[in-house]
């Protein structure tokens, strides 16, 4: 993190944390995605 809690008035977050930990959780999960959300997406693109 570049900024920490005593840099600004206002909270702070470790985004990359928050992300990574998202990302992982979406990657270990077994919900199927829904294709409805996705049908912009092409169809070789989609996991």
Do not use: C, K
Not at 16 to 45: G, K, M, Q, Y
Request: overall charge neutral; hydrophobic content about 50%; proline content about 13%.
């Amino acid at each position: 993190m570049l900024i920490g809690p005593l840099d600004s008035p206002v909270p702070v977050f470790d985004t990359t944390s928050i992300h990574a930990r998202r990302a992982a959780e979406w990657a270990l999960s077994v919900t199927a995605p829904n294709p409805a959300l996705h049908a912009d997406v092409p169809l070789a693109a989609r996991r």
